[in-house]
Nanobody, 122 residues
């Protein structure tokens, strides 16, 4: 199993980035895919998730700014991040959950990627 996250970088506040995560080694279309992040000195937290049928979930802190989507033909999940703020600075991880239960619960995720750094300057 591999989850390869990419697309992070340095951006000014108000800017945008698009993260992607390429998956392999499991039945991608059946899994709930999630994005989590861990900022400096903070615990890892839920950002967004999308289940096999396309239902999406987002943390309150990113609603209206971040959009999660998936392409089952390419085994890829995306996170479009707009209106970025300095507090969005974190390492962003994609993860795979074999259920549709509690998509914000990290313990439900079996597979994790290596993370991609997002830095938002003020």
């Amino acid at each position: 199993v591999q989850l390869q996250a990419y697309g992070g970088g340095l951006v000014q506040a108000g800017g945008f980035l698009r993260l992607s995560c390429a998956a392999s080694g499991f039945t991608f279309r059946s899994y709930t895919m999630g994005w989590f992040r861990q900022g400096p000195g903070k615990e890892r937290e839920f950002v967004a998730a999308i289940n096999w049928s396309g239902d999406t979930y987002r943390a309150d802190s990113v609603k209206g700014r971040f959009t999660i989507s998936r392409d089952n033909a390419k085994n890829t999940v995306h996170l479009q991040m707009n209106s970025l703020k300095p507090e969005d600075t974190a390492v962003y991880y994609c993860a795979a959950n074999p259920t549709t239960v509690r998509p914000a619960d990290m313990s439900r995720y079996d597979y994790w990627g290596q993370g991609t750094q997002v830095t938002v300057s003020s």
